[in-house]
């Protein structure tokens, strides 16, 4: 069986990001990037797989810019056998990431592909639902746990009321959530060799697919500063204020 | 044109996060249309008819759309879509998703958790975990949009009566299957609806100590929330989880209790309207936006404030 795990490029999840002072955007200069927490615990779930036996090969595939490598090569020295970058510098939004993976996907034949269930940069939480819908396939977002059953998959997902349990047909698509698993750091050794295996590069007109956006950002604002607060010295003072101050009580 | 609403709901109750969803929706403008899928779901959609505001109410009562599986709801969406200039659904688990693989399908993109609307086209959202709110706007001829919840008062519950229509479409798509659920059993109110809100972080060490922040739920009414690591621990259920994955809350009154403030937590609680913080170390960064900011240990300090209730 084989497993695809896109991978997307952001901001570290320590960094706190600023608005750029043109308002076009956050200030993305000399800020750390990474793997996208998601989707390192999506590509984690992979190798898992392939180290039980249940995957023969784990391939992760970017859409973006040429410094996406730098996470591709995060996820093989982490274990995955080899990556695909769709490379371009156009805007891309979750459809067209989707229609992008869907277009790999038809190349690989993945029975198996699993997403971060959001990216920590746009928070949208979209691109594998779209994924799914596009290639007709079943689809278990928010997991925290997966096992294969035969030619089916078993889901528990995190809802808002607690858990729910799924069987969806293969292929199929999962979407990570944090509790899925603890991803592992990658050793040194593995660093080394991941330089070695083979990332492949190609286009989205490679790949038949025209990039479109359909949402723009007009400005980016930082958000409503919160008043100052005081520190209270007793537990009375805090019920005081909270009672005749605040009246929240 | 008319909006059409995706009703959040187990069956018995509407999800008050579909009042706030409703309101998103009338700032869009046009007739207001909710559409409850489910099975048995009869009770849901009188409660929908009367919320104010709304002019429709569609029942899809089938049991393919028993557990809303995002697969046969969406593919509902998409044929009822033709008529709406923009769907929109509360941002909840359901809506999540199944709403992106109807913008797939319809070849349009969505709009993730929008906190206001400035025009039919327009919308403010939160990114980066809320350090920055983006003004987007969509040039789709259908807008895909989730709603949050907090950024949106409620229209009244009663007095409205939308005609409920019955309709028979039962796409199954065949492709998943429901097998069982947890839900975690609570008489305490909905963390995203609750008008005060006490959670616990790592500094509760362990499970049974959330008993000190229960016995202060008791007295104030309140839901109790957790922080990522509190969860991650095993101390509490999952569902419990504030923060930019977890449940977005903006009660009047937040009460974070051996919670560090990361960003990620601050994220599900800073539009809350006071903020309280009782912490041992005074450098916490939750010290940074809490209205309220106590220094002590919580062992000592939630019981006596428990005693003053
Ligand atoms: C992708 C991603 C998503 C995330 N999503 C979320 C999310 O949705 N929600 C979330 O909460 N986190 C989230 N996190 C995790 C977040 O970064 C923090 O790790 C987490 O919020 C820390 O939880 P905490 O404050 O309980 O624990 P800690 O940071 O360990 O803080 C514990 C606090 O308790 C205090 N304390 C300890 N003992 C006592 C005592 N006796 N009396 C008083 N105070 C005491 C300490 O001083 C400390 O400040 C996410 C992280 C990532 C990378």
Redesign the pocket.
């Known amino acids: 069986m084989k497993v695809l795990v896109p991978v997307k490029r952001v901001v570290d ?1 320590n960094v706190q990001v600023r608005v750029a002072s043109d308002h076009s955007g956050v200030d993305l200069n000399n800020v750390k990037m990474a793997i996208n ?2 989707c390192e615990i999506a590509v984690e779930e992979a190798i898992r797989l392939r180290e039980k036996g249940v995957a023969t090969e784990v391939v992760v595939v970017s859409a973006g810019a040429k410094v996406c490598q730098e996470q591709l090569r995060t996820a093989l020295a982490l274990g995955a056998d080899r990556a695909i970058l769709v490379e371009t510098d156009e805007e891309l939004q979750p459809l067209a990431i989707a229609k992008l993976l869907k277009a790999v996907s038809d190349k690989e034949g993945a029975e198996l592909t699993i997403f971060g269930k959001q990216s ?1 940069d746009e928070d949208n939480g979209q691109t594998g639902q779209m994924f799914a819908a596009l290639a007709g396939l079943a689809q278990g977002t928010f997991a925290s746990e997966i096992t294969i059953e035969g030619d089916k998959l078993k889901v528990i997902r995190e809802t808002d009321t607690g858990e729910q349990t799924l069987t969806l047909n293969m292929p199929a698509v999962i979407t990570a959530d ?1 509790r899925l698993n603890e991803p592992r750091y990658a050793s040194l050794p593995n660093i080394m060799k991941a330089k070695k295996k083979p990332m492949d590069v190609m286009t989205p007109a490679d790949l038949g697919v025209e990039v479109t956006t359909n949402i723009k950002t007009l400005k980016v604002e930082p958000p409503a500063e919160r008043a100052a607060g005081i520190i209270v010295e007793t537990v009375e003072d805090l019920v005081d204020k909270l009672k005749n101050v605040a009246k929240v009580i | 044109m008319s909006v059409l609403v995706l009703a959040e709901h187990d069956n018995n109750e509407l999800k008050s996060a579909t009042l706030n969803t409703v309101t998103a929706a009338t700032e869009i403008g046009g007739d207001v249309t909710i559409l409850v899928a489910g099975s048995g779901c009869g009770a849901v959609a009188e409660q929908a008819a009367k919320i104010a505001g709304v002019a429709k109410v569609l029942v899809a009562d089938n049991a393919a759309y028993t557990n809303m599986l995002a697969e046969n709801t969406a593919a509902l969406i998409v044929e009822l879509a033709g008529d709406y200039s923009a769907i929109l659904a509360p941002a909840m688990t359901n809506a999540k998703g199944i709403l992106p693989r109807v913008a797939a399908l319809l070849d349009v993109g969505q709009i993730s958790e929008i906190t206001a609307v400035v025009s039919a086209d327009t919308f403010v959202r939160p990114i980066y975990a809320g350090n920055a709110m983006a003004t987007v706007q969509s040039s789709d001829s259908i807008k895909v949009i989730t709603v949050r919840g907090t950024g949106f008062d409620a229209p009244s519950a009663e007095g409205g009566s939308a005609t409920v229509e019955a309709i028979s479409n039962a796409t199954d798509a065949g492709v998943s299957e429901f097998v069982s659920e947890e839900v975690a059993a609570s008489d305490r109110p909905d963390l995203t609806a609750a008008r005060v809100v006490i959670s616990g ?3 509760m ?1 362990n499970g049974e100590n959330f008993k000190l922040l229960e016995a202060v739920a008791d007295k104030l009414g309140a839901a109790i929330g957790a ?4 969860v991650d621990a095993g101390y509490v259920a999952n569902d419990m ?6 449940k977005i809350v903006a009660p009047e009154l937040y009460i974070a ?9 601050l ?2 609680m800073k539009d809350s309207k006071v903020i309280v913080a ?4 005074e450098e ?1 960064p ?1 010290f940074q936006v809490a209205d309220f900011g106590l220094v ?4 000592e300090a939630v019981p006596a404030f428990e005693a003053l209730l």
Not at chain 2, 241 to 246: D, L, S
Not at chain 2, 257 to 265: D, F, K, L
Not at chain 2, 278 to 281: G, L
């Open positions: 999840a927490p998601f920590i944090l | 972080g790592r500094g060490q922080s990522r690591a509190a989880q504030v923060g930019q994955t977890g209790v051996g919670i560090s403030g990361a960003i990620q937590h994220a599900g009782i912490n041992k170390d916490a939750i002590a240990d919580l062992f």
